[in-house]
């Protein structure tokens, strides 16, 4: 089965870094990708791995194990425009891409 | 910068009715989606095209739904005959290849409401 696991919700303070977890079990993997999504709007492609390590991107990184089935999405330097969901998603070897519950993050000051 | 568009942005429709969600894919894209959410709950994968066929389908796409690629750049999804549990956002995406190191792009999206 497809499954993706990820945190309902979490707060966070202005300039704080905060981590956000993804546990996934999928038939087939082709790249993990991070999502953030606004209230009634598309998802944005944030950033992807594919091989096992650290991705870094401005204030995101996004960090992979395969083996483990496990990825974070770390957000440096909080802003209040970060207060979003972010959707971590696997692609499956035919291209779809199979996407978690989101996680709420709230930034207050 | 190239964007995936959808039109219209919001849709309300009566049960039973059909509709018609429209996508303009980016030009040079080759593979097209179709996801739904609905309200507050996970985005689902519905339909992916390739070389003008279905290269796989959900379970929610069944029989009432149905997706054309009329020219070369509209690409549409269809419901037959549309049910309170259709109400939903509807996602287009496309992207160059379906493998590694391609991600997909998202439509503003259309937000479909049945009355």
């Known amino acids: 089965g497809q499954n993706i696991d990820q945190p309902t919700e979490m707060t966070a303070t202005e300039g704080a870094i905060v981590q956000i977890n993804c546990t996934y079990q999928t038939s087939g993997f082709n790249g993990l990708f991070w999502y953030q999504q606004h209230a009634g709007e598309a998802p944005t492609f944030l950033s992807y791995n594919v091989l096992d390590g650290l991705e870094e991107k401005g204030r995101f990184s996004s960090f992979l194990s395969r083996s483990k089935g496990y990825s974070y999405l770390l957000l440096k330097e909080l802003q209040m425009k970060d207060s979003a969901s972010y959707l971590c998603?696997?692609?499956?070897?035919?291209?779809?891409?199979?996407f978690g519950q989101g996680t709420e993050l709230s930034v207050k000051p | 910068e190239p964007e995936v568009t959808q039109t219209p942005s919001h849709q309300v429709t009566q049960m039973g009715q059909e509709v018609i969600l429209r996508c303009v894919p980016i030009?040079?894209?080759?593979?097209f989606y179709w996801y739904r959410q609905i309200l507050g709950q996970k985005v689902e994968f519905l339909v992916s095209f390739y070389n003008n066929e279905i290269s796989e389908k959900s379970e929610i796409f069944d029989d009432q739904f149905s997706v054309e690629r009329p020219d070369g750049s509209n690409f549409t999804l269809k419901i037959r005959s549309t049910k309170l549990e259709d109400s939903a956002m509807y996602f287009c995406a496309s992207s160059e290849a379906s493998g590694v190191n391609t991600e997909a792009f998202f439509g503003q999206g259309t937000r479909l409401t049945v009355v």
């Open positions: 030009s040079n894209h080759l593979y």
């Open positions: 998603a696997v692609r499956d070897q035919g291209g779809k891409l199979i």
